[in-house]
């Protein structure tokens, strides 16, 4: 065997054994980096959230706080997400703040992934990834504890990601307009995964009214467009539309899957004491000077950017106006409104088929050809340090665990220091 060879043979041994799916790119190591470092900054947050530690109080009373509230018959109460309240108070009776803490940088996580793959899945594009870091870095203020919201962040990721799954596939050819997902074509798992998660995020918290609210908003975009252009008569008749109004009246029909039953929908109407205003955090109107302001301003005007050689979508364009009102008469709406904001501007940015490789572009010498697991590597390196710089891989490597004061900060309700206690 000659020296040129047995110096390819030994370069490449590593992709004789793993397959080709384990082969990744620069910006596969890039983005890792960057959720290796956004979960080792939501790991090192304070659990200082009154509302986590209302959460623990209230999920380890259990039936008990029936008996606490009302405090007089004329004063009504009801309790939203006493689902999410019972698992935070789970998670801190089996391992603590420390657990807690864990909890909420893996949920964290896997709601940015999720809309990492829906920003992708609408436009094909690898940099479309890091639309998530501007959501981590504009959303910062909002995300600072676990809390039934945290849960129903992921739901609503969750949510997202199973609508834009129904968008043409990369592989059809991909006209001037611009796809919206499709639903006549969807699987029986799609229902089924809609029924489970409407059903799960009804018990954990308030804000499965916002995906209601978002699956309105998808029916009736596909009526609107179609009775414009045909009639309503045309727009009652569609199949696209009529399987969506299917699948909108099945997610509400789930949500009756709780402790209180229609006692949950009766609650929404109530006026004045709104349990569900007083779980988005209040009347509390936006300033156009504050951060959430300049996010919507920044995010219309680019959308209206972009539109201008491409016409919007009924679909994003509903629901940035819906979203638009509610951060308007409630700032901390703000959270609910980035994402879909980032993904309507993807979607009007459009979908492009990447350009197919052919054979000639691949170099035919072994030796010349470049090592093809050298990010793969590097990303398993990067995986490594974030497991070992985090406080869990601190400890089981032998390290010091956090003090109290670390864990909790020095924002921590008295409250909730002397329930510790």
């Known amino acids: 065997m000659s020296a040129n060879l047995q110096e390819a043979v030994s370069r490449h041994q590593l992709e004789a054994v793993l397959p080709e799916y384990c082969i990744l790119r620069w910006h596969h190591a890039l983005l890792c980096a960057v959720y290796a470092t956004l979960f080792l900054f939501f790991s090192y947050l304070p659990v200082s959230n009154w509302r986590t530690w209302n959460d623990v109080r209230v999920g380890s009373l259990g039936q008990d ?7 007089s018959e004329g004063i009504r109460h009801f309790e939203i997400g006493q689902g999410g309240s019972w698992v935070i108070a789970k ?3 089996i391992g603590g ?10 949920v964290q996580l896997a709601t940015l992934a999720c809309w990492s793959l829906v920003f992708y899945r609408l436009t094909n594009k690898w940099w479309s990834t890091f639309g998530s870091l501007v959501l981590g870095i504009g959303c910062i203020a909002s995300l600072d504890g676990l809390t039934g919201q945290t849960f129903g962040l992921l739901a609503f990721a969750l949510l997202a990601l199973v609508l834009v799954s129904r968008l043409p596939s990369m592989d059809t050819e991909l006209s001037g307009d611009i796809e919206e997902p499709a639903w006549s074509s969807a699987r029986t798992l799609d229902w089924i995964g809609i029924s489970v998660l409407f059903c799960l995020w009804a018990n954990l918290d308030a804000s499965f009214v916002i995906g209601l609210a978002l699956m309105v908003c998808f029916a009736l975009a596909r009526a609107i467009e179609l009775a414009v252009q045909h009639g309503v008569k045309a727009a009652l008749a569609d199949h696209e539309f009529q399987k969506r109004v299917w699948v909108l009246e099945l997610a509400a029909l789930t949500t009756l899957l709780n402790p209180q039953g229609i006692g949950l929908w009766k609650s929404l109407f109530w006026w004045p004491d709104n349990p569900f205003v007083r779980s988005f955090g209040g009347w509390s109107p936006t300033t156009m000077a504050s951060i959430a302001g300049v996010l919507v301003f920044s995010s219309w005007a680019v959308f209206a950017a972009i539109s201008r050689t491409r016409k919007p979508p009924a679909f994003w364009m509903i629901t940035l106006i819906g979203l638009t009102v509610a951060v308007a008469v409630c700032s901390s709406m703000i959270v609910w409104f980035a994402p879909l904001s980032v993904a309507a501007i993807f979607a009007v940015y459009g979908r492009q088929p990447q350009p197919t490789s052919h054979p000639a572009d691949t170099p035919n010498d072994e030796s010349q050809r470049p090592l093809r697991f050298v990010y793969s ?15 869990w891989g601190s400890m089981l490597l032998g390290g010091k665990s956090r003090q109290e004061s670390q864990l909790i900060g020095p924002r921590m309700p008295i409250a909730a220091r002397d329930y510790l206690r």
């Open 65 to 71: 706080v029936a008996n606490l509230v009302p405090l």
């Open 91 to 93: 998670i801190h009776q």
């Open 97 to 106: 703040v420390e657990l807690l803490s864990l909890t909420f940088a893996f």
């Open 377 to 391: 590597l590097l990303t398993c390196l990067v995986i490594w340090f974030a497991f070992s710089f985090s406080p």
